[in-house]
T-cell receptor, first 110, second 112 residues
Framework: NAGVTQTPKFQVLKTGQSMTLQCAQD?????MSWYRQDPGMGLRLIHY???????DQGEVPNGYNVSRSTTEDFPLRLLSAAPSQTSVYFC?????????FGPGTRLLVL | GENVEQHPSTLSVQEGDSAVIKCTYS??????FPWYKQELGKGPQLIID?????GEKKDQRIAVTLNKTAKHFSLHITETQPEDSAVYFC???????????FGIGTKLQVIP
């Protein structure tokens, strides 16, 4: 099993540009989530999904959209990037009480 | 909402010594407390957890204690090794990962 994979590893955007952060898992987990990690603030939940076709907002959803068309994939979309969205983004897949994180995407918005 | 405070933010110990990281939480309804280890350039990895109906849990060199009355829980690493060097995060959950709050992290350095 590859576990949780994320692409790209690193991305530079200009303010106003859009992009999609990809996340995939091969463990057949229903629950998936997106976090952002900022210095001094730990991990904060952006959006989560309890299964295909179902998504909901977390603590910091503004500026981000998600969709869940399949169990495997959970992409995160930035429609109009802002410097405040410079961060490291982690996707996670959860089974029971165990949460598996991907390797992260480092995003820099200029 | 829930608030989780984690101390210290950095910790240096000599190889073989013990390390203790402490977290406090504000919502007495929180019922699950995992600890994650994050190595440089990687995602966090669950290393140990504890439920609110348990006071202590051990797994080889790591242990977690929970004091529900005081609303704090701690990670204990004994006989530290250089490979224990990483950032450690605590978290508190209220029912599930939909309601999770993470601490800010502790950077542990084990000096050989």
């Amino acid at each position: 099993n590859a576990g949780v994979t994320q692409t790209p590893k690193f991305q530079v955007l200009k303010t106003g540009q859009s992009m999609t952060l990809q996340c995939a898992q091969d463990m057949n987990h229903e629950y998936m989530s997106w976090y952002r990690q900022d210095p001094g603030m730990g991990l904060r939940l952006i959006h989560y999904s309890v299964g295909a076709g179902i998504t909901d907002q977390g603590e910091v959803p503004n500026g981000y959209n998600v969709s869940r068309s399949t169990t495997e994939d959970f992409p995160l979309r930035l429609l109009s990037a802002a410097p405040s969205q410079t961060s490291v983004y982690f996707c996670a897949s959860t089974k029971g009480e165990t949460q598996y994180f991907g390797p992260g995407t480092r995003l820099l918005v200029l | 909402g829930e608030n989780v405070e984690q101390h210290p933010s950095t910790l240096s110990v000599q190889e073989g010594d013990s390390a203790v990281i402490k977290c406090t939480y504000s919502d007495s309804a929180s019922n699950y407390f995992p600890w994650y280890k994050q190595e440089l350039g990687k995602g966090p990895q669950l290393i140990i957890d504890i439920r609110s109906n348990v006071g202590e849990k051990k797994d080889q060199r790591i242990a977690v204690t929970l004091n529900k009355t005081a609303k704090h829980f701690s990670l204990h690493i004994t006989e530290t090794q250089p490979e224990d060097s990483a950032v450690y995060f605590c978290a508190a959950l209220l029912g599930g990962y939909q309601k999770v709050t993470f601490g800010i992290g502790t950077k542990l350095q084990v000096i050989p």
